[in-house]
């Protein structure tokens, strides 16, 4: 299977302790980016509180707690672990967030790096 890679940002763009949620073409869901410090990380905007998966921002790129420690789903206020993606507080505990791969290149563009088969959620 063949690979492909999407720009979606630059590390400039990225503060440090925040959040980022980016349209993929062909992608129903958004892909969140958090960065802490030097590493990313990139998960699918899909709670799994219910099967299909629910956007979990409140407002454009909402996506942490007012303290920045977890990922927040404002549906019902479940909270995620930023680097597992597990859920450790609320309506879907011990279920866990999609990750998606990422890729920073040598100017710092961050790109998500993907298959063709991972298309169509
Ligand atoms: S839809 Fe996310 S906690 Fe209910």
Redesign the pocket.
């Known amino acids: 299977m063949s690979s492909q890679s999407v720009p979606l940002t630059t590390l400039a763009e990225l503060p440090d302790g925040d959040s980022r949620g980016f349209e993929v073409e062909g992608w129903r869901a958004k892909v969140i980016i958090v960065r802490k410090g030097t590493r990313l990380f990139g998960w699918r905007d899909l709670?799994p509180?219910?099967a299909g998966g629910?956007s979990?921002a409140w407002r454009r790129d909402a996506y942490l707690n007012g303290a920045r420690t977890h990922l927040a789903?404002h549906?019902?206020?479940?909270w995620f672990d930023i680097e597992t993606g597990v859920c450790v507080q609320?309506?879907?505990l011990g279920k866990r967030l999609t990750r998606v791969p990422l890729r920073i290149d040598e100017e710092g563009g961050v790109h998500l790096d993907r298959t063709p088969r991972e298309d169509k959620a």
């Not at 549906?75 to 479940?78: E, N």
Request: aromatic content about 8%; charged content about 0%.
């Open positions: 709670c509180h219910y629910t979990m789903c549906a019902h206020g479940a609320g309506a879907c």
